[in-house]
């Protein structure tokens, strides 16, 4: 009884304090001079802590970031980072440094190559490899941060943070390090007295740094109608009657490819010409695609929850708050957990594209040699077995008639049966397998398993997965639209009208298309001036975007 | 964002390209430096019967790739990185001060003397677009005889490999590759089986020359041929120009990881634009040009522009 009595309950708080104290020689308040970052860096963070740095693949702390990197790897070594996204070269460069060691990370796609190299030559020891909502889940398990290091707008003296659109992921990792005793430091574009919102309260907040030039913001979820091609609108018009109309498909998320943005594009032209308005397309999780303007205007879109926001969109998104989350100062509140597990948990539908899909419908848009990791796609891109709510289509995908039944998510792939540069999407075995074995992980990275997908979407057609019983059927089906792939070249001519006849997978023509209506004229807006248009002239895209 | 030089490798060469470089004083003064230690004209290493040579072609392409990037650094304009593609890693290891010129001049000439003399006929290289690295060593390895052997090389973007060995052995690659669905793939015109085992020998000669060569660390990182790592380290730069000649030159990865470091601008010295339509392919997130199809004004104003 004694001995319990004897031991501290607040030893990380007593370190935090300690480290607190240390930092009176920098500052008396919460405010951290620019210039002297990088020794506050190595007074409030010390050897062997971990350390999570906020870089999504959108906004990323880069001052912070590239503060670190400039720390003395004498004073500051063995950090463990943790890292939704390794998008910027000082990311990687702490390792080479030596300053960090260890790291857990999500999505490495911007340093993929430099990730597999670095593994290789042992300069980093990598955790795991996680899924976005896993890694945030873990903040608050077993990998809680001593320091959480993340970026916002604005400040005021007070520490409150304003995130303005860009508030991602920034409120999950403050909670996770703010609520543990950890130390959080925000850098900010400017501070203020008076911010237009609180995004983040200031008693969460340790440190504010002012940058010396605003965060860094990629704008990249814009994708410029001009590149959608004739096949890209052919599989998006497969996508609207064979799939949404065909299951009523009311909530979903689309993922970032050109093919999506083209269904977006249709849903107002050829959606509307096939009376679908209000049956389907309601209720998304999405970034705020400047593609999505036409439905939006049109009238067909009533709610979109946001990951993160999109440069250039501010204005038209403040504009339009029926139907975007906005706070009182009247611009975007995106929320990249919250929208994750809505994606999960509360839509009917995800689609994806991918670079290679295997006989049983396994996805990876893994490349050899390099290390990308997953991002958010798998959280959206599966049947999550805690779903027990119901949807129209939800129902629709019960196949039988056990009294147990229940529905499924409806888990979409769309690919054209060859990438560029002649490599076919369908293969005997995906790359995932060989980049195990490369880069020793324990399980193949695979992005989504066959298991959950209930439709692929080929220019030939779709497999209606969802529908096959036995392995055997499933793999008919997915050669029957694998066009003259190694695996398409396998499907038997007879199984495939069989396949047809019992609604397994639908031709265009089965589905009332004609391959030669899939014209770029029926893309409600062609190229981004004209979603300028369309937005009333709100949207304002960024520079690289404009060609007028 | 960072800026990177790229230094042109065989099959850039072209006649006149000693005389066609842009007017600049330290061009000048780079030719007469070669022009002291060769002991010769240079303007005579240029001439379409003198590119036969592929000592001459070596020489003619240090020496351009010099010239223009010591006019570059005499107007102030010093990159992040320095990657040249097999000859090429010669002008890059003289950028970023690794080698001196007049070193790099005699080792280079000592390169194309030993790969002239390795296999004087029946030897050669072929190239295949449309089948990324793996496909086309399968069917190099399936091929490849004692008698007629050929093996996979330069990986220069995803889908663009080249092949070397035999003349017979690069021909059966060729057909099959032709079979298989490559988009293209052709018979390149050098007589030298470069980037392969086959030259394992001249990169032991080479090695022993460098061995008595003065090779510094770095100013800037180095892009090694072989390892498609950014090297900082005196004797890995070293090992690097030995035995670029008989490994693969991994041009796809290099590029890909200049990227990755924060590449945003790359320029490629004289001569051609080969290495700037494959970067342009790879890259598209970052500007890929050449001084000899932007001009020498332009590629400093965009330098300028881009580094300040």
């Avoid at chain 1, 969109?313 to 139907?323: F, G, L, P, T």
């Amino acid at each position: 009884m004694q001995a319990a009595k004897q031991r501290s309950w607040n030893t990380r708080l007593e370190a935090k304090q300690k480290r607190l104290e240390k930092m009176k020689g920098i500052t008396s308040n919460r405010i951290i001079p620019t210039r002297q970052i990088v020794e506050a860096l190595e007074t409030l963070i010390m050897p062997g802590d971990r350390v999570v740095l906020e870089g999504n693949n959108q906004k990323q702390a880069s001052f912070l970031s590239a503060a670190l990197a400039q720390a003395d790897p004498k004073k500051l070594f063995d950090l463990h980072m943790i890292m939704s996204s390794i998008s910027r070269p000082e990311h990687l460069d702490v390792f080479e440094y030596g300053i960090a060691s260890k790291v857990d990370f999500s999505y490495a796609g911007p340093q993929s190559l430099r990730m597999a190299q670095m593994l290789e030559d042992g300069k980093l020891t990598m955790g795991e490899i996680h899924t976005y909502v896993e890694l945030y889940g873990r903040l608050f398990i077993d990998l809680i941060p001593s320091v959480a290091l993340v970026a916002a707008d604005k400040a005021d003296s007070e520490g409150n943070l304003y995130t303005g659109p860009n508030t991602e992921e920034t409120p999950t990792l403050v909670e996770a390090a703010g609520f543990s005793s950890g130390i959080v430091i925000a850098q900010v574009n400017e501070l203020t007295d008076e911010l237009p919102r609180v995004d983040i309260p200031g008693s969460w907040i340790d440190f504010v740094v002012v940058a010396d030039k605003p965060y860094q913001l990629e704008p990249l979820f814009t994708r410029d109608p001009r590149h959608i091609t004739d096949i890209q609108i052919l599989q998006a018009m497969m996508v609207i009657r064979g799939i949404y109309e065909k299951h009523g498909v009311k909530s979903l998320n689309h993922g970032i490819g050109y093919n999506t943005a083209a269904i977006e594009l249709l849903l107002p032209t050829y959606g509307e010409s096939l009376g679908l308005k209000g049956k389907i397309c309601r209720h998304w999780a999405l970034n705020p695609h400047p593609t999505l303007i036409p439905a939006i205007e049109s009238g067909w879109v009533e709610s979109v929850h946001c990951f993160g926001g999109e440069v250039g969109m501010e204005k038209y998104v403040a504009a339009r708050r029926d139907v975007f989350f906005t706070g009182h100062d009247g611009s975007l509140r995106s929320n990249r957990t919250l929208c994750q597990l809505a994606g999960q948990y509360a839509v009917d539908l995800f689609v994806g594209s991918s670079l290679q899909i295997d006989e049983a419908g396994n996805s990876s848009t893994v490349t050899r040699g390099r290390l990308a990791g997953f991002g958010g796609a798998p959280n959206m891109g599966h049947d999550p077995g805690g779903r027990r709510h119901s949807s129209q289509a939800w129902l629709d995908m019960m196949t039988d008639t056990d009294p147990l039944a229940r529905g499924r998510k409806l888990v979409v792939q769309v690919a054209e049966t060859f990438q560029n540069g002649n490599k076919p999407v369908f293969v005997e075995s995906l790359d995932a397998v060989g980049a195990k074995a490369d880069i020793g992980l324990e399980t193949a990275p695979v992005m989504i398993y066959g298991q959950d997908v209930t439709h692929i979407v080929t220019e030939e057609g779709i497999a209606y997965l969802y529908k096959t019983d036995s392995m055997e059927e499933r793999r008919q089906a997915i050669a029957a639209i694998a066009g003259v792939t190694p695996i398409g070249l396998k499907h038997d001519v007879r199984a495939t009208e069989k396949l047809r006849r019992e609604g397994l997978i639908a031709l265009p023509e089965d589905l009332g298309i004609r391959r030669t209506d899939a014209k770029r004229s029926l893309l409600a807006a062609k190229n981004v001036e004209e979603l300028v248009e369309w937005s009333d002239r709100l949207y304002e895209p960024p520079a690289k975007f404009r060609s007028w | 964002m960072k800026l990177a030089f790229v230094f042109p490798g065989q099959g850039s060469q072209k006649n006149g390209m000693l005389h066609s470089l842009p007017d600049h004083p330290a061009v000048l003064e780079v030719l007469q430096e070669a022009r002291e230690v060769m002991g010769g004209n240079v303007f005579t290493l240029d001439t379409d019967k003198a590119l036969k040579s592929t000592v001459s072609v070596q020489l003619s392409l240090l020496i351009a790739s010099v010239a223009v990037s010591k006019a570059f650094k005499a107007e102030g304009v010093m990159p992040d990185f320095a990657a040249g593609h097999s000859a090429g890693a010669f002008g890059a290891a003289v950028m970023c001060g690794a080698v001196d010129f007049t070193d790099a001049l005699e080792i280079v000439k000592l390169r194309g003397e030993l790969m002239e003399q390795a296999f004087p006929s029946g030897y050669g290289m072929g190239v295949i677009t449309g089948f990324d690295a793996r496909t086309v060593n399968e069917i190099a390895a399936a091929i490849s005889s004692e008698e007629y052997p050929v093996y996979p090389s330069n990986i220069n973007a995803a889908d663009q490999v080249t092949i070397s060995g035999s003349i017979p052995g690069i021909k059966k690659v060729l057909d099959q590759a032709g079979q298989r669905g490559a988009r293209t793939a052709e018979l390149l015109n050098v007589s030298v089986p470069s980037h392969c085992p086959l030259l394992k020998s001249v990169g032991d000669s080479l090695y022993d020359k460098l061995a008595s060569v003065n090779v510094r660390v770095p100013a800037i990182p180095y892009a090694g041929n072989r390892t498609a790592r950014l090297l900082r380290d005196s004797e890995q730069i070293r090992e690097d120009l030995a035995f670029n000649v008989s490994h693969p030159v991994r041009w796809y990865e290099i590029s890909s990881l200049l990227c990755e470091h924060g590449t945003r601008l790359l320029i490629e010295m004289p001569p051609g634009n080969v290495l700037t339509t494959l970067n342009k392919r790879t890259l598209p997130g970052a500007r890929s040009v050449s001084v000899d199809e932007n001009g020498l004004d332009n590629c400093l104003f965009l330098a300028k522009k881009f580094c300040s």
